[in-house]
């Protein structure tokens, strides 16, 4: 009897050790498949999932890229959740060694590990001045490229605050600005249709009011002088598009500069500039869209900053001495 009972236990304690043995090796496969990365995990690159990509197509780049064992156990794993529906097309950057199921936690939260910076332009910024922004922010960044492309945007890269990924391209970068701009001009969509004069105009004029007024209430009245110029045809006459004809920050025209043969000279061309001079923001846009007019034609900003208005020739005339000389 004592023998029988020694051969019940020891084979009691022989399915306990396999049982036991079985659920580690289970566990240890488990840990394997989801949750260590494999052997040759990239390391320090950057994985694309392509927004034309279907989830099939994407697991199998994965596989075949090494981030995933397994392109048949990652869709099922995913299938089961429904995450292969929810998955973020992007460009994954992978810095450590991930296993399946972090991979997978990243896509469908759209965690893509690049670096990004904030760089800001001012509202006036022309695309000159935004590529010395960005030579800074990012010195790994196309600004060559970007400078090309965005050139003919000019006045339409809204100026604002960007979270820009190290690795963003100067066609994102300048599409995103454009995106940018139009959302923001969604604010004007009551007042922008009851205007009389075209986008293309407001822009241009609103690029005008960031360089040559300060506060609101100043850019209001300067855009009803100088819309009241153009009405009586009378030359802008304008010192801001001096700076952008030179391509510099800020510039004070000579004599000389006056005769410069450019479209952008309002001294010799009367009416708008061809194009905006700067990227203009919402503040400058409104007060472009609805001007303040008052009796003044003429305007300058003094010593002290303040702008000071005249109705006549003379009254300015008198102004530039008292302020200015």
């Known amino acids: ?19 036991v043995l079985g659920g580690i090796l289970v566990l240890a496969l488990i840990v394997y498949l989801f ?13 694309e999932v392509r927004e034309d990509a279907t989830f099939d197509e994407t697991a199998e780049v994965l596989e075949a890229r090494g981030v995933v064992r397994s392109a048949l156990l990652f869709k099922a794993v995913a299938r089961i959740g429904q995450a292969d529906r929810a998955v973020q097309a992007g460009r994954y950057y ?7 199921t972090s991979v997978l936690y990243r896509l469908v939260q759209g965690i893509t590990g690049i670096p990004s910076v904030r760089v800001t332009f001012p509202e006036g910024y022309t695309v000159r001045e935004m590529v010395l922004v ?55 969509d009551d007042v922008l249709p009851l205007s009389s004069r075209s986008l293309d105009q407001i822009v241009t004029m609103a690029s005008i009011l960031e360089k040559e007024a300060k506060t609101e209430e100043d850019m209001r009245i300067v855009s009803g002088i ?59 846009i409104r007060a472009a869209l609805s001007p303040t007019h008052t009796e003044y034609l003429y305007y300058l900003t003094g010593r002290d900053g303040q702008m000071y208005y005249a109705k006549t020739f003379e009254e300015h005339k008198e102004n530039r001495d008292r302020y200015l000389d």
């Open 226 to 284: 100088l819309w009241d110029r153009i009405e009586i045809g009378m030359a802008l006459q304008v010192d801001a598009v001096f700076g952008y004809i030179k391509g510099v920050d800020t510039y004070h025209p000579s004599g000389e500069d006056l005769e410069i043969d450019s479209p952008y000279n309002t001294y010799m061309h009367r009416g708008l500039p061809p194009t905006p001079i700067g990227n203009p923001g919402l503040t400058a």
């Open 94 to 100: 992978f810095e450590h060694p991930e296993g399946m």
């Open 1 to 19: 009897m004592a023998h029988l009972t020694h051969l019940v236990v020891h084979h009691v304690h022989r399915r306990i050790r396999a049982y």
């Open 35 to 47: 949750l260590l990365p494999p052997l040759h995990f990239p390391k320090g690159e950057t994985i």
């Open 134 to 188: 960005l030579e800074e922010a990012l010195p790994e960044f196309d600004t060559d490229t970007f400078y090309e492309e965005a050139l003919s945007f000019e006045g339409y890269l809204f100026p604002d605050t960007y979270l820009v990924p190290f690795d963003a391209t100067a066609t994102e970068l300048v599409s995103r600005m454009r995106a940018t701009f139009d959302t923001r001009m969604t604010s004007l």
